[in-house]
């Protein structure tokens, strides 16, 4: 199962170049993430900080950028579930255009399940592994 | 007294109109205030935020634009104590590019002194207000 | 006449003191502007930008904040014309939170109608100030 | 030869889980290769994008961290050049922190040499090749 959230490429989000500097993507995909936490799991994001005391930080990124993004442009990110283990989530984002079938940014990101009390990796809590499993990546 | 802080304009800091996008200023000032802490008053202010559980978030602030900023430019921005209370610190922000007397941007803002732990106003403790005093502008 | 639009408080707006980094709000109220162009004024920024050349730096801006926000609050920006001169227009932004009648920070600032090729300023043309002159907050 | 740029983690870097929002590494590292055009290579970047309209937009980029960054840290940030293409530019960025050896966080990215005009690959200019070689690492 796949998902996708939409933006709006700010005007802020510009750099000297004319075109979306390439930090901004990687906020971008914090923001996907946060949106299928919300809309796909039906997970309160804030609330798994909040309550439960468990993140996910990003112990390891990459991204490619095929074709760059500017002002007014509007995207759709599709978050992906790549691999779930016991302690780590692989996520893939892919940026598309409209009337575009190749992503323009494909990013990737490992996290790693965290408790937000001891900052010790834990193993990802029952209750969340069920929710992420029919979103693994086939 | 006054201080002050040497800043360069960014690549990412420029926005689709090719100048500084003017939120980045309030994080400019934001700097610069850092820096005042630690250069002029001698106190860390990650110290005073963790340690002392002490913050001064902004309730008030207003800037004014004479003329923009663009990529390369490098400025100086003078922190300037306004007004000194028993509970608010009123700061003035001048930034200045070389070879110019005027301020290209002037800030203000109003910082209330916190309890980190309760986020209830107190008054700003002696300790502080003493180093405070000699930077009151005059 | 006024617009209202919808934003949610992200991961990355949040600061050292666990609320929203004040220098986010100015971002967020261009967004709230960038949108009140496209749904109230049937006009799109990036185009005006960039085909009609025309640009909309701020001058002068003011922020009250009266309480803060946290990760996971989400927010309507209301976006009022209070002012519209020559070549300047004054807006305010209020800050709305669910449940709450009055705004937790209330913003304003003056834009200056450029040309963005001689980076001068012009008169609002009327075809815009045609749009705008039913929105002019009474 | 390497070279290192020092940076101090800011207030508003830091995100919800009270560490380094992870998005503004990649800033730091973009700030730390604006230092290492002006200190190392001699070349003011600001005027290679305005007068010589050459950019360097990336590509790709990976980014591994080990460790986290909290508010009040000071980074040095080594930059190397790793592989020097034709068109393209392999650059690695190493954040340490005082008394340890390794790295926290080890960022790369591929940059593409390109006219700023056209927005066209094009080869690296023959006087720029000629002062990334001596920084190549071996």
Redesign the interface.
């Known amino acids: 199962m796949s998902y996708r959230t939409h933006l709006?490429v700010?005007?802020?989000d510009?750099?000297?170049?004319?075109?979306v500097?390439?930090?901004?993507f990687?906020?971008y995909f914090?923001?996907a993430l946060?949106e299928f936490f919300a809309d796909a799991l039906k997970i309160?994001?804030?609330?798994l900080?909040?309550d439960h005391r468990i993140?996910f930080?990003?112990?390891?990124?990459?991204?490619?950028?095929?074709k760059?993004l500017?002002?007014?442009d509007e995207i759709d990110i599709e978050v992906r579930v790549r691999r779930l283990g016991k302690t780590s989530i692989t996520w893939e984002y892919l940026t598309f255009t409209k009337g575009e079938d190749a992503p323009r940014i494909h990013g990737s990101n490992v996290t790693v399940c965290l408790n937000?009390d001891s900052?010790k990796k834990m193993a990802i809590p029952d209750w969340l592994r069920d929710r992420l499993l029919p979103m693994v990546a086939s």
């Open positions: 709006k700010r005007f802020g510009i750099d000297q170049a004319g075109i500097y390439y930090p901004r990687l906020h914090h923001v946060e309160d994001y804030p609330q900080l909040k993140g930080p990003t112990v390891h990124l990459e991204t490619d950028f095929s760059p500017w002002y007014g937000m900052f």
